[in-house]
């Protein structure tokens, strides 16, 4: 049976990745040693988009899907402004039939996604059918 998810988010710093999400954006972890923090993550959901097939990053000796993290959020003007106080500056929003988006830099030049999704969601969802 599967009990959850783990995302892997591949980053040019992440030492300061990993203090951005602890300080900064104040994910719970645990620390599995030599400050590699695994970090819980709020509820979440997976959409499946159509792609060109050179998506992948490589990782233990197979090549896997690419992803894009998106932090979901339910005031995204609000949770922008919240950044701002912390001297996170996110891209300008962009509205669309589906959502409102912005981007969030990271200490390592990438950056993720988050949005306030105007769908319905599977956030409280049963992943599993019985």
Same mark, same amino acid.
């Given at each position: 049976m599967i009990t959850g998810a783990h995302f892997l988010l591949y980053s040019k710093d992440a030492e300061a990745d990993r203090t951005f999400f602890r300080d900064i954006l104040q994910f719970q972890f645990v620390d599995v040693g030599g400050r590699w923090l695994i970090f819980a993550m709020p509820p979440t959901e997976m959409a499946v988009h159509p792609g060109d097939g050179d998506f992948v990053q490589g990782h233990a000796d197979h090549p @896997? +899907? #690419?992803?894009?993290?998106?932090? @979901?959020? $339910? $005031?995204?003007? !609000?949770? &922008?402004?919240?950044? =701002?106080?912390?001297?996170?500056?996110?891209?300008? @929003?962009? =509205?669309?039939?589906?959502? &409102?988006?912005?981007?969030?830099? +990271?200490?390592? #030049?990438? =950056? /993720?996604?988050?949005?306030?999704?105007?769908? !319905?969601? !599977? /956030?409280?969802?049963? !992943?599993?059918?019985t």
């Open positions: @896997m +899907l #690419g992803a894009v993290l998106y932090l @979901m959020c $339910d $005031d995204v003007r !609000a949770t &922008i402004r919240s950044l =701002e106080v912390k001297k996170v500056k996110c891209s300008p @929003m962009v =509205e669309a039939e589906w959502g &409102i988006t912005t981007t969030v830099p +990271l200490p390592s #030049g990438g =950056e /993720i996604g988050l949005y306030q999704p105007k769908h !319905a969601t !599977a /956030i409280g969802l049963s !992943a599993n059918r």
